[in-house]
């Protein structure tokens, strides 16, 4: 139950997009299509933002968007604002009823 | 609205014992699984435990198997985290979460969060 490997940061101008990686193993990442993502402002709860790879919560703007390729996730975020900073986070399915998160990325707006 | 409000947390000696509850509101309780999420101060979430709908299945993570006890009572609409034997390292933190729904396989709703610390 090793955490997913994310970049300690990642930084973009406003109205640009960043891409936040999340690599894990062929035992969870790699294994199911059941990567969520998530955010969480200082002092607060996290936030669902994607789930499933791909898919967005009602009420999530559609600036989010997810993706998979072999063991590794990513969130992209585009035309990027200045609420958009934050921790995000990943979260796959490990099988046997467990979940792993990501280590964590602190997402900068310039 | 859906509201989970978690609580019991506080300071506690090494190898001393703590139980937390998660009161929950806004939902249909006994229909979802529900799980525990840690943050130590500063980290990042760590996945702590899992119990279905029906509270007949658990899962753990290893860092806490054997030590902390997940359970539900559907009539108070209230999750549990029995913690014993408690170390440094589970000073955190602890969010109950709701899970989203069949086959997602993530959490929609948290809680805000009782912090447990664990020193001498």
């Known amino acids: 139950q090793s955490a997913l490997t994310q970049p300690a940061s990642v930084s973009g101008s406003p109205g640009q997009s960043i891409t936040i990686s999340c690599t894990g193993t062929s035992s969870d990442v790699g294994a199911y299509n059941l990567v969520s993502w998530y955010q969480q402002h200082p002092a607060k709860a996290p936030r669902l933002m994607i789930y499933?790879?791909?898919k967005r919560p009602s009420g999530v703007s559609d600036r989010f968007s997810g993706s998979k390729s072999g063991n590794t996730a990513s969130l992209t975020i585009s035309g990027l604002q200045a609420e958009d900073e934050a921790d995000y986070y990943c979260?796959?399915?490990?099988?046997?009823?467990?979940?792993?998160f990501g280590t964590g990325t602190k997402g900068t707006v310039l | 609205e859906v509201q989970l409000v978690e609580s019991g947390g506080g300071v506690v000696q090494p190898g001393g014992s703590l139980r937390l509850s998660c009161a929950a509101s806004?939902?249909?309780?006994?229909?979802?699984?529900m799980h525990w999420v840690r943050q130590a101060p500063g980290q990042g979430l760590v996945w702590v435990s899992r119990?279905?709908?029906?509270?007949?299945?658990?899962s753990y993570a290893d860092s806490v198997k054997g030590r902390f006890t997940i359970s539900r009572d559907d009539a108070k609409n209230t999750l549990y985290l029995q913690m014993n034997s408690l170390r440094a390292e589970d000073t955190a933190v602890y969010y109950c979460?709701?899970?989203?729904?069949?086959?997602?396989?993530?959490?929609?709703?948290w809680g805000r969060g009782t912090l447990v610390t664990v020193s001498s």
């Open positions: 806004g939902f249909t309780f006994s229909s979802y699984n």
């Open positions: 979260c796959s399915y490990a099988g046997s009823d467990t979940y792993v």
């Open positions: 979460a709701k899970y989203y729904g069949a086959g997602t396989y993530c959490l929609d709703y």
């Open positions: 119990i279905t709908s029906d509270g007949s299945s658990t």
């Open positions: 499933e790879v791909s």
